[in-house]
T-cell receptor, first 110, second 116 residues
Framework: GQQVMQIPQYQHVQEGEDFTTYCNSS?????IQWYKQRPGGHPVFLIQLVKSGEVKKQKRLTFQFGEAKKNSSLHITATQTTDVGTYFC??????????FGPGTRLSVLP | GAGVSQSPRYKVAKRGQDVALRCDPISGHVSLFWYQQALGQGPEFLTYFQNEAQLDKSGLPSDRFFAERPEGSVSTLKIQRTQQEDSAVYLC??????????????FGPGTRLTVL
């Protein structure tokens, strides 16, 4: 079945440093979604990308969908302590289900 | 309601007991998903409903797991004869769209199930 991988698994950064997480799917995706889960919380939707090569920005967050629609990235500029959490990518699988990546856990040192 | 709600928030069961987990999606949302999230892992798909129809149950780990959404709103995930490996957080999510273009999935707070 479809596999979604993310790297790195963990990332520790100093506040103010940049952060990037990468998502790779074994199959082409019609769209990809990104979620953030704070410690002890539930996943919260960040964005959906649909078009090949699409780039979207939300303040300090930049999301990119690869040309082949098999990979994606999330880049955070000048991290803040409020960025702490686990970032998941997710994509539709065959049928009506969704596959989530294992996530990248970000910690930000003040 | 304001968001997706789930109850109970915490459930402790003895091995072999049956449990029922409830999800109240956002009113009017067509799609409802159940996920299982083990500690330190991403959510794993269990099953999907479009209104009252269960269109995909490929992620249910065994026939001990059963889900329903009889009136197309509230959903219940039932686990029979619980085992220790069932310990996890069970998340419910709803959305207005239908797969594969579901747009935003709104997650509930989850039910943390611990099987002793």
């Amino acid at each position: 079945g479809q596999q979604v991988m993310q790297i790195p698994q963990y990332q520790h950064v100093q506040e103010g440093e940049d952060f990037t997480t990468y998502c790779n799917s074994s199959t082409t995706l019609s769209n990809i979604q990104w979620y953030k889960q704070r410690p002890g919380g539930h996943p919260v939707f960040l964005i959906q990308l649909v078009k090949s090569g699409e780039v979207k920005k939300q303040k300090r967050l930049t999301f990119q969908f690869g040309e082949a629609k098999k990979n994606s990235s999330l880049h955070i500029t000048a991290t803040q302590t409020t960025d702490v959490g686990t970032y998941f990518c997710a994509g539709p699988n065959y049928g009506q289900n969704f596959v989530f990546g294992p996530g990248t856990r970000l910690s930000v040192l003040p | 309601g304001a968001g997706v709600s789930q109850s109970p928030r915490y459930k402790v069961a003895k091995r072999g007991q049956d449990v029922a987990l409830r999800c109240d999606p956002i009113s009017g949302h067509v799609s409802l998903f159940w996920y299982q999230q083990a500690l330190g892992q991403g959510p794993e798909f269990l099953t999907y409903f479009q209104n009252e129809a269960q269109l995909d149950k490929s992620g249910l780990p065994s026939d001990r797991f059963f889900a329903e959404r009889p009136e197309g709103s509230v959903s219940t995930l039932k686990i029979q004869r619980t085992q220790q490996e069932d310990s996890a957080v069970y998340l419910c999510a709803s959305s207005t769209g239908t797969p594969p273009s579901t747009d935003t999935q709104y997650f509930g707070p989850g039910t943390r199930l611990t099987v002793l």
